[in-house]
């Protein structure tokens, strides 16, 4: 089982060598519209992108508001993004690592090297 594979090298190595995970969910990105993680740099304005969940973190600002820093990876890129309260709180359900996501997001206007999301959904599984 090529999910049970990648799974297991993922554990072993912290990594996987073989194949991305991102393999796993072909079928279910067949037909959605999206913008590859490598060439959201272009993208002008508000783009649609899909990856899997690398790692989150999440603190509580001085103001009381959770926010996150969401890391993703597909199978040729990896970006991070800012999840603002209204945009973590909506979609905290969906941000497990290694699942797929369906992330809306514009550039940050603060750090060239990062990004916010706008929207979260979630896919496959």
Do not use: C, H
């Not at 999910?3 to 969910?25: H, N, P, R």
């Not at 926010?67 to 709180?89: M, T």
Request: aromatic fraction near 10%; glycine fraction near 6%; hydrophobic fraction near 40%.
């Amino acid at each position: 089982n090529l999910k049970e594979d990648l799974m297991a090298e993922l554990e072993t190595l912290g990594m996987t060598i073989s194949q991305s995970l991102f393999v796993l969910y072909k079928d279910v990105l067949e037909g959605v519209n999206y913008t590859p993680l490598s060439k959201i740099d272009d993208a002008p304005g508000v783009f649609e992108t899909v990856a899997l969940v690398r790692s989150i973190k999440s603190i509580i600002t001085k103001a009381g508001k959770r926010i996150a820093f969401l890391d993703l990876y597909d199978d040729v890129d990896q970006r991070s993004f800012i999840l603002w309260n209204e945009v973590y709180d909506g979609s905290y359900i969906y941000l497990k690592v290694d699942k797929l996501i369906k992330i809306r997001g514009r550039k940050d206007n603060r750090d060239r090297d990062s990004y916010v999301a706008l929207n979260i959904v979630g896919l496959g599984e």
